[in-house]
């Protein structure tokens, strides 16, 4: 497994596309806390059912959107290029070729959401003063699942790229749901009931201060998200190890 994490390490940080996507991801989420810290008005600050915390990681579904790229074409990018037959040579295990790839990849979005949403969140409180979050373990909490959210999320979009091996179907298919299929669903009547536990809705529940609805809070909605990343992650395993090249 060392040798075959190794080897993926070696195209992460090789590859021009995924190579630059922590500096993307990193730029985007402290230029949108500037952005989210300075706006709020006193009006808005002020308002009943303001959500400090909410707006904190209003950031990180925007920035988590980099980090699921990169993912995508970590997978797809090999199919693409026809170096998956190299790959597969290289490390005839199809399990453990595949495992390592998802869980570098992972592992990396995982360092990359501490340093970019911890220091999002700050500087958007610092940003709102007197009407930050308070400090404790409640709030530390939405910020640790933030940066699980966006761990689950990048493992969800790894699973379901490497069932359709395109990078350009997995990025039509998962950016508008993330960004308005969800968001859509969500409000229409009697749908509603079921979107809510989409995976970026319901793990979206943890970017909440308020704790989330009737139905799903900030941890419950994490571990609907969990079960949609095991189950892509899986059937992305399946796949691998039974299809041909």
Do not use: C
């Amino acid at each position: 497994m060392k040798h075959a994490v190794a080897a993926e390490w070696v195209k992460l940080t090789t590859l021009r596309s995924p190579k630059w996507s922590p500096a993307v991801y990193l730029v985007l989420m402290i230029g949108l806390a500037f952005v989210y810290g300075m706006v709020p008005g006193e009006k808005q600050l002020t308002a009943p059912g303001f959500d400090p915390i909410g707006l904190g990681l209003s950031a990180v579904p925007l920035g988590m959107i980099v980090l699921v790229i990169m993912g995508i074409l970590a997978v797809t990018g090999e199919y693409a290029s026809g170096s998956i037959r190299s790959s597969l040579l290289a490390v005839p295990d199809r399990a453990r070729f595949y495992y390592a790839k998802v869980g570098l990849v992972s592992l990396v979005s995982g360092v990359l959401a501490v340093v970019g949403v911890v220091p999002a969140f700050l500087i958007v409180q610092g940003g709102i003063g007197e009407h930050r979050a308070p400090a404790g373990l409640a709030t530390a909490g939405h910020v640790a699942g933030a940066v699980l959210y966006t761990v689950l999320l990048v493992a969800f979009s790894m699973g379901v790229a490497t069932l359709l091996r395109s990078g350009a179907a997995a990025l039509s298919l998962l950016l508008p749901l993330f960004f308005m299929l969800s968001t859509i669903l969500s409000n229409v009547p009697g749908v509603g009931e079921v979107a809510r536990f989409l995976p970026d809705v319901a793990g979206g529940m943890v970017l909440r201060g308020s704790g989330g609805d009737e139905v799903l809070g900030a941890w419950s909605g994490l571990g609907v998200l969990a079960v949609w990343a095991v189950g892509s992650v899986g059937l992305g395993h399946w796949v691998t190890v039974r299809r041909d090249v």
